[in-house]
């Protein structure tokens, strides 16, 4: 079979010219895990947008980079059974401070953000422990998430 990515942007935001090769980034990444007949869903949005979601399903009134809505509800339609595995929404605003504080490319730090959010929709968690500059990741999640993220360093989306 296949997979699917949707991918979207908030409403009044100008689409960015690069969304047809962020789409082809998330199937190489669902490819590189071996993941078959999944449906994922991207947004991309502003801070306000992404504060809103973080307060109503986090309880934190601030805006984050990603946030990621796993689903796992099957359906079928005349192509097959399909996953809708969930949805990544994710922050343009945050994107380039994130990428400062890193200390990396706009590109590397998307790949970053892509790649966490498909993780958490297929049932992966790191707990407390979050990405920080110069400090290793030590949970499964992170450390696959750095993998991945080192394979595709030559891959360009931006």
Same mark, same amino acid.
């Given at each position: 079979m296949a997979n699917r990515v949707l991918i979207s942007m908030e409403d009044g935001l100008e689409p960015v010219e690069w969304l047809s090769k962020a789409e082809a980034f998330i199937y190489k990444?669902?490819?590189?895990?071996?993941?078959d007949g999944e449906e994922v869903s991207v947004l991309f949005c502003t801070d306000a947008f992404i504060q809103n979601l973080n307060r109503e399903y986090r309880k934190i009134d601030a805006p984050t980079d990603v946030l990621s809505f796993e689903n796992g509800e099957e359906y079928e339609d005349d192509e097959g059974k399909w996953l809708s595995a969930g949805?990544?929404?994710?922050?343009? &605003?945050?994107?380039?401070?994130?990428? !400062?504080?890193?200390?990396?490319? #706009?590109?590397? @730090? +998307?790949k970053r953000l892509l790649i966490h959010g498909l993780l958490h929709i297929n049932g992966y968690d790191h707990g407390e422990e979050h990405i920080e500059k110069g400090v290793?990741? &030590?949970?499964?999640?992170?450390?696959? !998430?750095?993998?991945?993220?080192? #394979?595709?360093? @030559? +891959?360009?989306i931006m």
């Open positions: 990444i669902m490819e590189r895990l071996e993941l949805d990544i929404v994710l922050s343009l &605003e945050t994107l380039p401070k994130n990428a !400062q504080y890193f200390e990396v490319n #706009e590109d590397t @730090e +998307l290793k990741p &030590e949970c499964e999640m992170l450390v696959l !998430q750095e993998t991945i993220l080192e #394979e595709v360093s @030559e +891959l360009k």
